[in-house]
């Protein structure tokens, strides 16, 4: 069984560099350092985001915070129809006593699929 190597910050911070800066390939890389190349494209992508102790590309910036908005996105659209399906069933559930409620006549503007 192998020992997992580990490598420093400072050295793959430096193998990313050297390709951005145009002065290797990739495979030259791969080569002279004995990684895969997978792992290379894993150090390039953490790279981007600024996991080097450098500053994080434009970018990957944006990339980043667009999934995280994307995530909180899809979070509210679940609270929210979890809350209108609670809404509907209080409603049905509230003219028990033979009067209608005046709740039953509510209308919001986001129910009616558009905006206006």
């Known amino acids: 069984m192998r020992n997992q ?5 400072e050295l793959k911070r430096q193998v990313v560099e050297e390709l951005l800066s145009g002065q290797s390939s990739t495979a030259q890389l791969c080569r002279r350092h004995n ?20 500053e994080p ?19 509210l659209t679940l609270e929210n129809e979890f809350l209108k399906k609670g809404l509907q069933n209080s409603l049905q559930e509230s003219p028990r006593n033979g009067k209608s409620s005046s709740m039953g006549k509510l209308s919001s503007p986001a129910s009616g699929g558009g905006v206006s």
């Open 5 to 9: 190597r580990s490598f420093s910050v």
């Open 35 to 54: 990684i895969g190349s997978s792992l290379f494209y894993h150090w390039k992508k953490q790279y981007s985001l600024g996991r080097f102790n450098n």
């Open 57 to 75: 590309l434009q970018e990957a910036a944006l990339k980043d915070r667009v999934e995280q908005l994307e995530r909180l996105v899809g979070k």
